[in-house]
Nanobody, 128 residues
Framework: VQLQASGGGSVQAGGSLRLSCAAS????????MAWFRQAPGKEREFVAG????????HYADSVKGRFTVSKDNAKNTVYLQMDSLKPEDTAVYYC??????????????????????WGQGTQVTVSS
């Protein structure tokens, strides 16, 4: 599967952005989809993930209640709605995919080493 992330930009604190990750090659219903981010000088970290069903989502504590991951299976696209953005959310955001059978549970799905397929990243900058 090939992933194309888009939607990044610059916003002020408190603002919103919606990131998109368009998949091609295979249906996203056969994958665990996730968003990660990497700030300068820091490790790439898990942000949000989604398994097969729309209700099977999980989030990093730092974004819980502010970010929402969703999927449009007809468009083969995953979204990350980011509200109440903070300067510490500034990072390059990446979408990732891995076959569902290779991701045993939510804890596993938070590990970047699990994911085989990655998008190219999109920059999000939040100013105070």
């Amino acid at each position: 599967v090939q992933l194309q992330a888009s939607g990044g930009g610059s916003v002020q604190a408190g603002g919103s952005l919606r990131l998109s990750c368009a998949a091609s090659g295979r249906a996203i219903t056969t994958y665990v989809m996730a968003w990660f981010r990497q700030a300068p000088g820091k490790e790439r970290e898990f942000v949000a993930g989604s398994r097969r069903s729309a209700s099977s989502t999980h989030y990093a504590d730092s974004v819980k209640g502010r970010f929402t991951v969703s999927k449009d299976n007809a468009k083969n696209t995953v979204y990350l709605q980011m509200d109440s953005l903070k300067p510490e959310d500034t990072a390059v955001y990446y979408c990732a995919a891995e076959a569902i059978d290779h991701v045993s549970d939510y804890a596993c799905g938070r590990q970047k080493s699990v994911y085989t397929y990655w998008g190219q990243g999109t920059q999000v900058t939040v100013s105070s």
